[in-house]
């Protein structure tokens, strides 16, 4: 499901298709993903979205891969 338009400027998140997630350890993705929101006091309020909906593709990414445990 596509999401909304990026706005000019803003890079888009990396897409996670259903055999990467087979392939790789979904926690894994979750952890780098969280711990990009580790210095995010640091980064322009403008970067905040895009490091949530890394964040967001990763939880959807392991969320889909449940079935296969």
């Not at 894994?28 to 210095?39: K, N």
């Not at 322009?44 to 593709?57: G, K, S």
């Amino acid at each position: 499901m596509p999401g909304p338009p990026q706005e000019a400027g803003q890079q888009t998140p990396p897409n996670h298709d259903a055999a990467a997630a087979q392939d790789t350890d979904p926690k894994a993705g979750i952890d780098d993903a969280v711990a990009a929101l580790d210095d995010l006091d640091q980064v322009p309020v403008a970067e905040h979205v895009e490091r949530f909906e890394a964040v967001h593709t990763e939880l959807t990414v392991a969320l889909s891969s449940i079935d296969k445990v």
